[in-house]
């Protein structure tokens, strides 16, 4: 079995999808198509099946790809071993973040990778002894953060307490912060004047609030719940700065994240805890093992840890 027939395979048992894989491996659809069908001729029992228009892994085809992700993930620890990885300080690192983590996180993070360059005193070279950073931004459903990894080495994801948790067996998680989102609300709305909100004193004004499967939209069914009243959502709205602006007129409340989204924030805006729910969210780091034996990912990934403690403090 090559190794690049097994990195396929894993990719579409990721991805879903020949194209898919394909754009990620920045080959043809149908060279994947063909290494999957050597990799095929290899084994008796059926590793594909069809799925609508899509190819996608039987059982079979899912215990080999995973297999497959072990035998990369050991390759990398070899490469390490002899030095490949180990000493890539300044290769390129590419990283997927969602709107507000992007917003926040992103020009800091470039300030602080800068700032240890300069102070490099053996690097021969302004960009040796650091990594590149290739930054990237990717808004999209909680369950669709894992397959980021098959393109980004780094990728800033975010889940509710409450939400299912990553899937560890795939993927590795560094924690980065646990983020409470408040009730967001002009500075001359009634609530303003109460250092804390309950979910019987927000329910009954209007809201935006994010789509359906990003958060913090599921928070407004925990509030309508405790409330015994569902919550009028008036505007759904992903980026958190039109969600701040929209605020700001007065005519609608929303949550906004604590650290993440201060510097969109209407200077109209301000912000107050709401009680008796939970509604924290983990900010995590997702990446794939095999992307951990490198230097460059790994201190591109301290940084991160240590821009997001800044900010929380």
């Known amino acids: ?42 084994v008796d029992t059926p ?17 080999l790809a995973d297999a497959g992700a072990e035998v990369i993930n050991a390759m990398a620890t070899a490469k390490a071993a002899i030095g490949a990885y180990q000493h890539d300080r300044h290769g390129t690192v590419s ?18 990778l800068a700032g240890l360059r300069d102070g490099d005193a053996t690097a021969t070279t302004p960009e040796a002894g650091v990594p590149r950073v290739k930054l990237s931004d990717e808004d999209v459903a909680q369950h669709d953060f894992p397959a980021l990894t098959a393109r980004y080495d780094l990728v800033l994801a975010h889940r509710m307490d409450h939400s299912p948790a990553w899937p560890e ?26 250092t804390t909100l309950s979910a019987d004193d927000v329910v009954h004004y209007p809201w935006v609030a994010s789509r359906s499967g990003y958060s913090p939209a599921d928070v407004l069914s925990a509030i309508g719940a405790v409330a015994s009243q569902p919550v009028n959502v008036v505007h759904r709205i992903n980026d958190y700065s039109t969600v701040a602006a929209l605020v700001s007129t007065g005519d609608v ?5 604590r650290y993440t989204s201060s ?21 995590d780091l997702l990446v794939r093992p095999e992307n951990l034996k490198r230097a460059s990912v790994m201190l591109v990934a301290q940084a991160l840890q240590h821009v997001m403690d800044d900010m929380v403090r």
């Open 1 to 42: 079995m090559e190794l690049h027939q097994l990195q396929m395979l894993r990719e579409l048992g990721e991805l879903g999808s020949v194209k898919a894989v394909a754009e990620t491996m920045s080959v043809t659809p149908s060279a994947v198509s063909q290494q999957i069908s050597l990799l095929q001729r290899q």
């Open 47 to 63: 590793l594909t099946r069809k799925d609508g228009r899509n190819l996608v892994l039987t059982e079979a085809g899912q215990v």
């Open 95 to 112: 990283i997927s973040g969602f709107h507000s983590a992007g917003q926040a996180l992103f020009a800091p993070l470039v300030r602080h």
């Open 169 to 194: 067996s795939k993927i590795r998680v560094i924690p980065l912060a646990h983020e409470p989102l408040d009730i967001a609300l002009s500075v001359d709305h009634p609530l303003a004047s109460k």
């Open 253 to 257: 409340i929303g949550l906004l994240p």
């Open 263 to 283: 510097p969109a924030l209407n200077p109209e805006v301000t912000l107050r805890p709401l009680t008796g729910i939970s509604t924290r969210r983990r900010i």
